[in-house]
């Protein structure tokens, strides 16, 4: 009940920050104007919205699942299980850095006993090379918008340097035992070993090769999405819109990453309206936020709400086991 309540305490508070800023975001681009630019909006593109948004969901599902069976955490975690863990984790994205979607690792450990600290990087991995990624799909417009090109830089400077210190296995068992000497940080040395194994395995250069690639593939799901929420605006179809929908989203999703608010929010709606006015001239101010706010709705959002729904059933498939254990050891004390 305790994780219960702390789950609806956590969607709700992310739903008003949500509020706050798409009520933030309305009043400095003129709230009439978005709404009539939202009543204007091609409501056909919101299937295709919608079903782009969902390949970039079906694809980080393959790459999770591929994650649990490559390090053998996989044992009685049936398919239909492991979508629903990795769906129920995007309740937990509206968290700084999506550090909360560690709540898989809780949810897996319900199922199999698996070690929260032996799972966890799985999520780590999962942030890194999604990252990765964007920044793939970012460098694809870099020419857009110079400015952007020392942040860019950095970035990929610091993703090497860590994948570079996770795999200098030495230094990072030294530093292990250094912490293990620490008074009262001594308990935690096996997790911390457990966790680090793990993210040794998962940060190998060909599985890391691999897990890029597919976060290119999947992340520029969402960033088509993008395009086509643009073209519902009445921009017109191009190759050039398509890459700017591609730098935008990437840039504007990597910016709320690293601001580490929780889900990007305000820093990603900010951005993704400053680029899009900058590098659109035919886009007007309520236009650049109109999009913003619905591509937000159709990709962060709704992936929270996925995740609300995935967790219910999660729960209804694993509560009944453990409640006719509780009347089973009832009865037998009766």
Request: with cysteine.
């Amino acid at each position: 009940m305790i994780a219960t309540r702390n789950i609806g305490r956590n969607v709700a508070l992310s739903a008003v920050l949500g509020a706050l800023v798409f009520a933030a975001l309305g009043l400095v681009t003129d709230v009439r104007q978005v709404g009539s630019q939202l009543a204007a909006f091609n409501w056909a593109n919101l299937g295709l919205i919608l079903g782009w948004t969902l390949f970039n969901y079906a694809l980080r599902w393959l790459k999770w699942d591929y994650y649990l069976r490559k390090l053998g955490m996989g044992h009685g975690v049936s398919r239909v299980d492991s979508l629903l863990l990795f769906t129920a984790g995007m309740l937990m994205a509206v968290t700084p850095g999506k550090v909360g979607e560690v709540f898989k690792s809780y949810l897996l450990k319900r199922v199999n006993g698996t070690a929260i600290s032996a799972s966890a990087p799985i999520v780590m991995a999962e942030r890194l090379t999604d990252g990765l990624g964007m920044l793939i799909l970012m460098a694809l417009g870099l020419n857009l918008y110079p400015p952007a090109r020392p942040l860019f830089w950095l970035l990929l400077l610091v993703g090497a340097a860590g994948i570079g210190l996770l795999q200098y296995r030495p230094a990072a068992l030294w530093l292990i035992a250094r912490l293990e000497r620490l008074p009262g940080l001594r308990r935690v040395g096996p997790a911390a070993r457990a966790f680090y194994a793990s993210s040794f395995a998962l940060l190998s250069w060909r599985l890391l090769l691999v897990s890029t690639v597919l976060s290119v593939i999947s992340w520029g799901g969402e960033c088509v999405a993008f395009y086509y929420v643009l073209t519902g605006f009445g921009l017109p179809d191009s190759t050039e819109l398509l890459l700017i929908a591609t730098f935008v989203f990437a840039a504007s999703t990597l910016f709320g990453l690293v601001s580490f608010l929780p889900g990007g929010l305000g820093t990603s709606e900010a951005s993704s309206v400053a680029l899009l006015v900058a590098l659109l001239p035919a886009i007007s101010l309520p236009a650049a936020g109109a999009a913003t706010i619905m591509i937000r709705f159709c990709t962060l959002w709704f992936g929270v709400s996925l995740g609300v729904l995935a967790w219910l059933v999660f729960e209804r498939r694993y509560r009944a086991p453990r409640d006719e254990a509780a009347e089973l050891r009832m009865a037998n004390e009766t």
